[in-house]
């Protein structure tokens, strides 16, 4: 872990404007990836059952969402590197291999790295944007900077409130924010839907409706303040010519490039 730190602090920079690419060759494929979205959108009810409760601090949310995400990430290492997955990521950024599986497993693991660092670094956000397209799917993974707009809604933290407020003021604090945090969770019970219509089930859907889809989910906090984005993406019908063949990875495509421009205002790439 210490040494991919240190590639990390020189950058290794895999995530910069890069997405992965996976082909969709048959049904399978397809269920495959239906049932990865679904997870995805369970997450997202469960966080948002977490938030509804005021028995359970935000920081416990906070938490419990990122681990949940780790350990998806673990899951994919595993099923793309096998068990020395953090070998096959260190020999392809070191140059000893140049194949898909290296690549995959290079930002994936970045990517897992980056996470952990959210318990501890505020004023940044997790950028995801999934795209479906004919034959293959995208997956955009970034960490940013910048004011996200008015679009995210935001909730609020008595853990990680720093200014000093006497007994009454921190009640009404303390009232608000949980009134925020019930807004938030009916925000994403709102917001859920998008994923799955993204990504219908292949066994009740039609080739025509799998055609395209999409989904972008932003997550992060400034201070005491946290903000959520889930929203529908409409993919670009023109941004590939050639068949998805293989997994790898990409250039950032359009839709990320206006995802970022149209969410954040003085937007910076962190990875």
Known sequence: M??????????????????????LPDIEAERTCHENMMRIAAAGERKSRLLDDPDVP?????????????????????????????????AYLSGERDDWIGALAAYYLECYYRLQERYTV????????????????TIN???????????????????????????????????????????????????????RDAFPNPATSSPEERQYGGFIHITGRDGPVFAELLDSVDPDPGRFDDVAIAPGLVPEGPEA?????EFFTDVEVVV
Request: charged content about 35%.
């Open 122 to 137: 505020d004023e940044q956000y997790f950028f995801l944007l999934i795209l479906r397209y004919p034959d293959s799917f």
């Open 2 to 23: 210490s040494e991919w730190h240190e590639r990390m602090e020189t950058g290794t920079e895999i995530l910069r404007e890069q997405e992965i690419r996976l082909p």
């Open 58 to 90: 935000l920081t416990e949310v906070y938490e419990d969402e990122i681990e949940d995400m780790q350990q998806s990430f673990i899951h994919r290492l595993q099923q793309v590197a096998g068990e020395n997955y953090h070998d096959v990521a260190t």
């Open 141 to 195: 993974l970034s960490f940013l900077t910048g004011d996200l707009t008015a679009d995210a809604v935001r909730y609020e933290s008595t853990t990680h409130l720093e200014d000093d407020l006497d007994d009454d003021n921190l009640e009404h604090y303390y009232d608000d924010a949980q009134y925020s945090q019930h807004e938030a969770a009916q925000y994403l019970r709102e917001q859920i839907d998008c994923i």
């Open 257 to 261: 490039k206006r995802a970022k421009r």
